[in-house]
């Protein structure tokens, strides 16, 4: 059982930068890739950024200059750096790891608003 923990979302002006971050705990896991999801009102759930343990990252266009994912892979966590952001960028995000078991779990989610 692995459970995720974020932390870091809020309200912040267009320009302005968030930090989110995520801890997984449990017992007798390992990770493979993690990453942040987000989903904005009466919009599907979408990939934001991925690493893989190796520190191999992905990211979804709409974020690419301007979203950094970290991970430390001693103590089971992950970083979003979210800088420049955007009104668009509002949307509840979500911790994602996905397990060498190919089980997938995810956080409870945080809000980040972005005002213009």
């Known amino acids: 059982q692995v459970r995720l923990v974020e932390s870091g979302g809020g309200l912040v002006q267009a320009g302005e930068s968030l930090r989110l971050s995520c801890a997984a705990s449990?017992?007798?896991?390992?990770?493979?890739?993690m990453g942040w999801y987000r989903q904005a009102p009466g919009k599907q759930r979408e990939l934001v950024a991925s690493?893989?343990?190796?520190?191999?990252?992905n990211y979804a266009d709409f974020v690419k200059g301007r979203f950094t994912i970290s991970r430390d892979n001693a103590k089971n966590t992950v970083a979003l750096q979210m800088n420049n952001l955007k009104p668009e960028d509002t949307a509840v995000y979500y911790c994602?790891?996905?397990?060498?078991?190919?089980?997938?779990?995810w956080g409870q989610g945080t809000q980040v608003t972005v005002s213009s």
């Open positions: 994602n790891v996905e397990l060498v078991t190919r089980f997938s779990a």
């Open positions: 449990g017992s007798n896991f390992r990770i493979n890739t």
């Open positions: 690493i893989t343990t190796g520190g191999m990252t």
